[in-house]
C-alpha cells in the first residue's frame, strides 16, 4: 500500500495490482457537529511497566483516526488543562493538594496512615506528573462539556477520559481524577437533565454516588458483577436515595456476555429510559474493557456490538459527550475507539488498515475487526438475563416525571 500523495485523497493504493480502496464510505450527508478533544502529552505518562493501565493506547488510538482521515470529519481541540478550582468542583481540597504535591520520591516517606487515607498502591501508584496527567485528561473533558454548551459541537469525544472509580477524597482503580463527574457538573450549570450511560466492564461507582440523591442526573451501568469483582458495588438494587430513587439504574452481569444478549437488553434498557427522563445531554462511557479478550477483561463483545449500543445513543439525536474508560489490550483499544469515532461521524470504514501513517507496524495485517480471541464462557442464561431487564424495568415503572429546574444565567465558554 501506499501514502495517498493528495491530501484530499481517500483513497488507499495497492501497489501490486493498483486497486485503489477507499477508505472510508460517507454513510449520508450528516450534519452533526462532531469535536475531538485530544492532548497528545496525555499519551506519554506511565503508570510503571508492570500496570496494566498504558496511555500509548492513546496515542495508537490518535493514529488510526488520523490513519483513516477521520479527524477531517470533526472539529479538533488541543484542551487546555483543568485549573485547580475546577478540580476542586467535586474534589476536596485535601485531596487535590495531596495529589499535586506527591511525588514518587516523597511518597516513600509517607506513613502507612497516609497512603491509606489517599488508597495509594499497586492500583493508585503515585508517578511521575501524575496530577499533570490529571488535569490534561480532565480539561479535555470540560472542554467537550463547554463546546456542547456554546452550541458548537453536537457530539464531543474526548477517549483520554472515563475515569468513572476516582471519589472526592480518593483514588480508585486506576482513576484519579472524576472527569466524568466534573463534566457532568458543568453541564449542569446549564442543562436540567443529564443522562450518564456506562458501558465499560466495570461498574461507574465514583459516577453513580457522585449524584445518588439527585433527580437531575441518572446514572446507567452495564457492568460485571458478582459481589466481589472490582470495584463490588453495581446490584441490581442500588437505585438512589431521596430524590435520587429510582434515578440509578444498575444491570449487573455475568462472565462471558455476548453481543446478541448485551445489545438486545441495552436497547430495551435504553428505549424504556430515554423517552422517560428525557435527558437535555447524554454523557457515554464507552470502556473498552468490555470487550472480547480484554487483558483484564470477562466479556465477549466485538468491536460492532460495543458500538452499535453507542450507535442507539446516538439514533436518539440528543447532544452527548462521549469518553473512553477502561481497556487493557491497546491495539484493541484503538481499534475500538477509531470504529466508533467513525460511527459517530457517520463514517463506514474499511476492514483493512490503510498501510501507512506508522500504524502498520502495530496491527499488520489483522485488520480492523480481527477475531477476538480468548472467548470466556457464557455465564448468562435467557433465565438470568430475562430477571434483570425486569429488574431494571421495574425500576423505570416508579419513574413517571422528568425533573425540571430554573435556569437563569448562561455562563460564559471560559
Ligand atoms: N474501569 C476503569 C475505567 C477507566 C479507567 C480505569 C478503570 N479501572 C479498571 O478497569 C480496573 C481494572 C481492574 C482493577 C481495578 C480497576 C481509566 C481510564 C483512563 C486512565 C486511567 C484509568
Ligand atoms: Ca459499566
Ligand atoms: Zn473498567
Redo the contacts with the bound molecule.
Keep these: 500500500m501506499e501514502v495517498p500523495t493528495d491530501e484530499t485523497e481517500t483513497f488507499a493504493v495497492d501497489k501490486q495490482t493498483k486497486k485503489h480502496t477507499p477508505l472510508y464510505h460517507p454513510n449520508k450527508s450528516s450534519k452533526t457537529k462532531v469535536s475531538y478533544h485530544y492532548n497528545p502529552e496525555v499519551a506519554n505518562y506511565h ?1 510503571g511497566t508492570l500496570h ?2 498504558k ?1 500509548f493506547r492513546l496515542m495508537l488510538t490518535d493514529h488510526l483516526v488520523s490513519t483513516y482521515k477521520l479527524h477531517e470529519k470533526m472539529d479538533l481541540y488541543t484542551p487546555r488543562r483543568a485549573t485547580k478550582d475546577e478540580l476542586l468542583q467535586f474534589h476536596s481540597e485535601d485531596y487535590i493538594d495531596f495529589l499535586q504535591s506527591v511525588t514518587p520520591e516523597t511518597v516513600k516517606r509517607l506513613s502507612d496512615q497516609t497512603l491509606a487515607k489517599f488508597n495509594i498502591g499497586d ?1 493508585c501508584p503515585v508517578f511521575d506528573g501524575m496530577f499533570d496527567y490529571s488535569s490534561i ?1 480532565a480539561g479535555a473533558s470540560l472542554d467537550a462539556s463547554r463546546k456542547i454548551i456554546a452550541g458548537m459541537s453536537d457530539i464531543a469525544i474526548n477517549w ?6 476516582a471519589k472526592k477524597f480518593e483514588p ?5 481524577i472524576n472527569d466524568i463527574v466534573l463534566c457532568i457538573i458543568n453541564l449542569l450549570r446549564i442543562y436540567p437533565r443529564v443522562l450518564y450511560v456506562d458501558i ?3 461498574h461507574g461507582d465514583g459516577v453513580q454516588e457522585a449524584f445518588y440523591t439527585t433527580d437531575r442526573v441518572m446514572t446507567v451501568s452495564f457492568h460485571k458483577y458478582d459481589g466481589e469483582f ?2 463490588g458495588t453495581g446490584s441490581g438494587d442500588e437505585v438512589g436515595i431521596g430524590k435520587g430513587k429510582n434515578f440509578s439504574i444498575n444491570v449487573p452481569l455475568r462472565d462471558g456476555v455476548d453481543d446478541e444478549s448485551y445489545v438486545a437488553l441495552f436497547k430495551l434498557i435504553m428505549q424504556g429510559v430515554i423517552p422517560k427522563f428525557q435527558p437535555s445531554i447524554i454523557v457515554a ?1 464507552c ?1 473498552a ?1 468490555s470487550l472480547g479478550g480484554d487483558r ?1 477483561g470477562r466479556f465477549n463483545l466485538s468491536l460492532k456490538g460495543h458500538g452499535s449500543c453507542l450507535n442507539f445513543l446516538k439514533s436518539f439525536e440528543i447532544p452527548m459527550v462521549v469518553l ?5 489490550t491497546p491495539k484493541n483499544v484503538s481499534r475500538l475507539w477509531c470504529y466508533e469515532t467513525a460511527v459517530l461521524t457517520d463514517t463506514t470504514l474499511n476492514g483493512k488498515i490503510p498501510n501507512y501513517g506508522g500504524t502498520y507496524q502495530w496491527f499488520g495485517d489483522e485488520g480492523l475487526h480481527p477475531e477476538l480471541t480468548g472467548k470466556i464462557e457464557n455465564k448468562n442464561t435467557k433465565r438470568y438475563l430475562e430477571s434483570v431487564l425486569q429488574n431494571s424495568l421495574e425500576h423505570l415503572r416508579y419513574l413517571d416525571y422528568a425533573p425540571s429546574v430554573q435556569m437563569y444565567e448562561i455562563p460564559p465558554d471560559l
Design positions: 503508570y496494566p493501565m496511555p492500583d485528561y483520554s477520559g472515563g475515569l468513572h472509580h480508585s482503580g486506576f482513576c484519579y465499560d466492564l466495570h472490582f470495584p462511557q470502556g474493557d483484564l473512553g474508560g477502561g481497556g487493557y
